[in-house]
């Protein structure tokens, strides 16, 4: 005889209740890790054949404007409005910046000020970093040119004394036509821009840049970008949409150092789990495809006993890989998202031995309340 339960129910039910929820949890847990464990195999995998095959350049198929070789940059503007420039070959968002954005970016570097100073640390500085907005670095784009500076006259204005700023657009600018350092359908810089980003944030943290100028192009994966994907959805009229067709796909391209391969991030997700993998995932595209996916902050293993917080947006984190040439972790902080950073920044700085905060995004995104949300000031 089946021995019942209190409730009635035998033992054997019992046992087939456990092993179907268990079984359901199971496959809840493998759906939800699909994404990030697919993204992992397929990467390292890419690791092994980058290994395997002395990381040949395959810059060969592309040119300095991520264009076929021999096809320079169209003058053909397919459209425009107060909110885009489209070219037969490019998607670029013009320059708008916020309203007061001085007096937020104030207040936020204060907040980040106060924050130090509580915790004992109010000696640390704390570094903007303009990313560059493409539409500034074009040739017959002089209000968004005029926009861009004086936007950041004000953002400097506003943080004199309490705030470094460094502005690259001019050093990345300088480099159009020679190296692809911005994507044509996305608003971020590519890797190799970020690379001379990051020699100019160097200059002004008084420390040596790592010498990647000799390094080879690779590549890997052709997409759209955000800008191209948003216009389409949100602006494109049938017509336009019909002229973009065939534009050429930005291209996924970094430079080469043997460190990369071999550099991991530990996320710590909005949801409380935690995740490694490697600071670029190869096997995404574009900004996304550096620290990407959704969370708080996450920490990046580097070289030294230094620590750095990066507060960033995705243009932002492309710093990340060469900053882990300098230093020994690198803390990105999701900016646009990390509530809890105010409350956890003590505790940041004292577990990684942070020597330096740098707040990076998209220069026409500084000051921007709505955008930067980890650092506003309630």
């Known amino acids: 005889m089946i021995q019942q339960s209190l409730e009635g129910e035998s033992d054997l039910g019992k046992q087939e209740r456990f092993w179907i929820g268990f079984g359901l949890c199971t496959v809840f847990i493998l759906v939800s890790l699909l994404h990030y464990g697919v993204s992992s195999i397929r990467d390292e995998v890419t690791k092994a054949q980058l290994k395997a095959e002395g990381a040949a350049p395959e810059e060969d198929t ?68 303009a990313v560059p907005v493409r539409i500034t670095c074009e040739n017959d784009s002089q209000t968004d040119i005029t926009a861009y ?130 600071v670029i995932l190869y096997s995404v595209m574009g900004s996304s495809s550096v620290v990407g996916g959704s969370f708080d902050y996450a920490l990046c293993d580097g070289n030294g006993s230094d620590g750095i917080i990066l507060i960033a947006d995705s243009a932002g984190t492309m710093l990340a890989p060469y900053l882990c040439e300098n230093f020994g972790r690198v803390c990105v902080v999701n900016i646009t998202g990390y509530g809890g950073f105010y409350k956890d920044l003590g505790r940041l700085v004292r577990e990684n031995n942070i020597k330096h905060i740098v707040i990076a995004q998209l220069a026409d995104r500084i000051g921007d309340r709505a955008y930067s949300k980890a650092i506003n000031v309630k």
């Open 62 to 129: 592309f040119n300095e404007y991520g264009l076929p070789k021999g096809q320079t940059l169209s003058e053909k503007v397919l459209y425009e409005s107060e909110k885009y420039r489209v070219y037969s070959d490019r998607v670029l968002k013009r320059y708008l910046a916020v309203r007061n954005a001085g007096e937020n970016i104030a207040a936020q570097v204060n907040g980040i000020r106060s924050g130090l100073s509580k915790a004992g640390f109010s000696d640390i500085p704390v570094t903007i970093v």
């Open 149 to 278: 500076k004086a936007h950041m006259k004000q953002v400097k204005n506003a943080v004199s004394g309490t705030a470094f700023v460094c502005d690259p657009q001019n050093s990345i600018s300088s480099l159009i036509g020679e190296k692809y350092v911005f994507y044509r359908t996305d608003e971020s810089w590519t890797l190799i821009g970020a690379y001379y980003g990051y020699k100019e944030l160097c200059k002004e943290l008084g420390i040596g840049a790592k010498d990647l100028d000799a390094a080879p192009v690779m590549n890997q994966n052709d997409f759209y970008g955000n800008e191209y994907m948003m216009f389409s959805q949100q602006e494109a009229t049938r017509q336009v949409k019909n002229k973009m067709t065939g534009m050429t796909e930005d291209i996924f391209v970094w430079l080469h150092s043997d460190t990369f391969l071999d550099r991991e991030i530990q996320y710590d997700f909005t949801e409380g789990t935690e995740i490694r993998r490697p």
